[in-house]
């Protein structure tokens, strides 16, 4: 059938029109991956499953925006020879084409899913290209698998006929209003495919990965069952793929470094609750208990409260993250996994199976929970805290109460973690609870009723700092009354540092140095010790404190672990962070760029690695192990102990 009218709008009809026959078409093809591939997938209920269709709309719209954008545009161009005969039959061309090869994308991955256990990415195309016969693969893969074949043409025949039903006639003059109308419209559309390219809009929401697939599984084998193909090589097009590592034999390696974990003691299990607490940009700078030493013992800092804490808390004298990002954060601080090149969670490795300080605790009894105020979709940490294990996620959603909300980020922390104390009195102990807050974040603003009451500093982020550490205050002297409190092992942290200001941080390791408190009311756990800890370490030492009595996955090491061979590590771009006792060697990933010894030389001005070969090499032998462990282990998915 034809449409016509008087306004030149059926254009844009007929285009959502076929749209949502690729929808449809998508649709069919995530039940036939699911159906070839049913013994893969154990224990998923047709409830589990419809929810999982659910979501699939979401990579479904994002994948077929980036497909069809030429498409999309040509259609948009608001002038008449969109109209025309020949331009629609060239349009008709590429969008069966180019959808086609959507569809046959899809298609691979209903026989080629049971070899990799993971949806096609764009590695796909460097695992081949050194194969000297690939004709004759593409050909081998042809004749074993012809029903594909026979699935394609039915897929192509069935939205050539779908396309055909609809067509578009122009009866309408261009006059300047119809102009003006369609140039609205182009622009509408464009924004409507930015925010379907992105998955969802707003200020926290990231462009969506193969890693948001999450939010609607239970365990990470299964996000292939919500992703498509096409989306899966679109979003990692880009990302960087790991390189597997051979240093050292299998033995030797894991003499140097081991990330398997093992019971350290056989004492008994202590069930203590456990609560996380990430802050937002809080830099070790602006603490200043931690900072004694600056301006002559003249430094205050901007954490009156924090402060406080520090001198009822067990802490470090060197603490660090392993990343500069809010992303980075979580994987390290909840599964021990530093990002290296790129965020973890971004990365092709995501849908690794993963083990998570929450997951372990929780085959413990734990009732586990995180609380974040923004949107729940924002960062993406609905999706990585469910993965992790984390059975309930209170966000700005669950959050009832109206006006409390920045306008930018979500609910201010203050209120937020007066809500929160009541939330976590409501869960069954022991429990394992992790805060993330918001309200230090740029454009770093403060409820209005708070301008001018805290020091301003001259850093923007001081300011709010002021504000998040009284809501720290208010919230341990609520929490202090509930009586889950006494039995609870606190640990605070940052997600990352922010911009600095004295020159003892405006180097690399003060761009990474944060403070890691651990705190049990009651004074057993306070002093300060001369050594380094990161991010990663905090899982592997809050479970050897509780005697987990069993082995476990994580990088990090156990920070009230004696020995002194532990090292720390951040990546920036490609190169390497890497801290071992007092020195700090500096590696591009492929060679030593240069060596400081941080305890003689603060400020990092003094390049000693021509001068102390040697401890160069020792260091980048740890330097080495690493990499092996975490390169091939990223590769081989085995970042569990089983």
């Given at each position: 059938m034809k449409i016509k009218d008087t306004t030149g709008l059926n254009l844009y009809l007929v285009l959502a029109y076929r749209f949502l026959i690729l929808l449809f078409l998508y649709t069919l093809c995530r039940i036939g991956f699911y159906l070839f591939n049913q013994g893969l997938f154990q224990n998923i209920t047709f409830p589990k499953y419809l929810y999982m269709l659910w979501g699939g709309l979401k990579f479904d719209v994002s994948a077929l925006i980036y497909i069809n954008a030429i498409y999309i545009l040509l259609h948009l161009i608001p002038f008449p020879f969109r109209y025309r005969e020949g331009f629609q039959k060239f349009c008709k061309w590429l969008f069966l084409i180019t959808n086609s090869l959507g569809i046959i994308a899809n298609l691979i991955d209903f026989v080629y899913y049971k070899f990799t256990l993971k949806?096609?990415?764009?590695?796909?195309?460097?695992?081949?290209?050194?194969?000297?016969?690939?004709?004759?693969?593409?050909?081998?893969?042809?004749?074993?698998?012809?029903?594909?074949?026979?699935?394609?043409?039915?897929?192509?025949?069935?939205?050539?006929?779908?396309?055909q039903l609809v067509k578009v006639k122009n009866t309408v003059k261009f006059t300047w209003p119809v102009y003006l109308l369609h140039t609205v419209l182009l622009f509408a559309i464009t924004l409507m495919c930015i925010t379907g390219v992105r998955g969802g809009w707003g200020f926290g929401t990231r462009p969506i990965t193969l890693s948001n697939a999450g939010e609607f599984v239970d365990t990470p084998d299964q996000m292939s069952l919500v992703l498509n193909t096409p989306f899966a090589i679109i979003r990692t097009l880009r990302v960087s793929k790991l390189k597997p590592v051979n240093y050292y034999d299998e033995k030797t390696l894991n003499s140097i470094y081991n990330p398997i974990h093992q019971p350290a003691d056989t004492a008994a299990f202590k069930k203590l609750n456990v609560v996380f607490l990430i802050i937002e940009s809080l830099g070790k700078e602006h603490v200043g208990s931690l900072n004694k030493d600056l301006l002559g013992g003249k430094y205050k800092g901007y954490t009156p409260f924090l402060d406080s804490l520090v001198g009822e808390s067990y802490t470090f004298t060197h603490t660090y993250a392993n990343g500069r990002k809010s992303i980075d954060a979580l994987p390290s601080v909840i599964t021990g996994i530093p990002s290296i090149n790129e965020p973890f969670v971004l990365s092709i490795y995501s849908g690794n199976k993963?083990?998570?300080?929450?997951?372990?605790?929780?085959?413990?009894?734990?009732?586990?929970?995180?609380?974040?105020?923004?949107?729940?979709?924002?960062?993406?940490?609905?999706?990585?805290?469910?993965?992790?294990?984390?059975?309930?996620?209170?966000?700005?959603?669950?959050?009832?109460?109206?006006?409390?909300?920045?306008?930018?980020?979500?609910?201010?922390?203050?209120?937020?973690?007066?809500?929160?104390?009541?939330?976590?009195?409501t869960l069954k102990q022991p429990f394992f609870a992790s805060f993330f807050s918001l309200s230090s974040h740029h454009p770093f603003r403060l409820p209005d009723e708070y301008v001018g009451k805290?020091?301003?500093?001259?850093?923007?982020?001081?300011?709010?700092?002021?504000?998040?550490?009284?809501?720290?205050?208010?919230?341990?002297?609520?929490?202090?009354?509930?009586?889950?409190?006494?039995?609870?092992?606190?640990?605070?942290?940052?997600?990352?540092?922010?911009?600095?200001?004295?020159?003892?941080?405006?180097?690399?390791?003060?761009?990474?140095?944060?403070?890691?408190?651990?705190?049990?009311?009651?004074?057993?756990?306070?002093?300060?010790?001369?050594?380094?800890?990161?991010?990663?370490?905090?899982?592997?030492?809050?479970?050897?404190?509780?005697?987990?009595?069993?082995?476990?996955?994580?990088?990090?090491?156990?920070?009230?672990?004696?020995?002194?061979?532990?090292?720390?590590?951040?990546?920036?771009?490609?190169?390497?962070?890497?801290?071992?006792?007092?020195?700090?060697?500096?590696?591009?990933?492929?060679?030593?760029?240069?060596?400081?010894?941080?305890?003689?030389?603060?400020?990092?001005?003094?390049?000693?690695l021509k001068q102390e070969p040697l401890i160069a090499e020792k260091l980048e032998k740890s330097l080495k192990a690493f990499r092996q462990q975490y390169n091939n282990r990223m590769i081989e998915n085995k970042l569990t102990f089983k």
């Open positions: 949806r096609t990415t764009a590695t796909v195309f460097g695992q081949f290209s050194n194969e000297q016969n690939k004709f004759k693969l593409f050909v081998d893969f042809l004749k074993d698998y012809w029903y594909l074949l026979l699935l394609l043409a039915v897929f192509i025949w069935a939205f050539h006929k779908l396309y993963t083990t998570s300080i929450a997951q372990l605790l929780g085959e413990k009894g734990y009732e586990t929970a995180f609380f974040h105020g923004a949107p729940n979709g924002s960062m993406g940490f609905s999706s990585y805290t469910h993965l992790a294990g984390i059975k309930k996620y209170f966000g700005q959603n669950e959050y009832q109460k109206k006006g409390d909300s920045d306008g930018t980020w979500g609910i201010w922390d203050d209120p937020y973690m007066q809500y929160m104390a009541d939330e976590i009195n805290f020091p301003k500093g001259p850093l923007p982020v001081q300011e709010p700092l002021g504000y998040t550490d009284m809501a720290l205050r208010n919230f341990f002297r609520k929490a202090a009354k509930m009586p889950w409190y006494k039995n609870t092992l606190f640990v605070l942290c940052a997600d990352h540092a922010t911009v600095s200001y004295l020159p003892e941080y405006q180097n690399s390791p003060g761009y990474f140095s944060i403070p890691i408190l651990f705190y049990r009311p009651g004074g057993e756990l306070k002093g300060k010790e001369d050594k380094l800890v990161q991010q990663i370490d905090i899982m592997p030492t809050v479970l050897n404190y509780l005697h987990y009595d069993k082995p476990y996955f994580s990088f990090g090491f156990d920070a009230f672990d004696k020995k002194t061979d532990n090292f720390v590590l951040n990546n920036n771009d490609g190169s390497f962070n890497f801290y071992m006792g007092d020195y700090y060697l500096v590696n591009d990933g492929k060679d030593n760029q240069a060596l400081y010894n941080l305890k003689t030389d603060r400020l990092v001005q003094h390049n000693i």
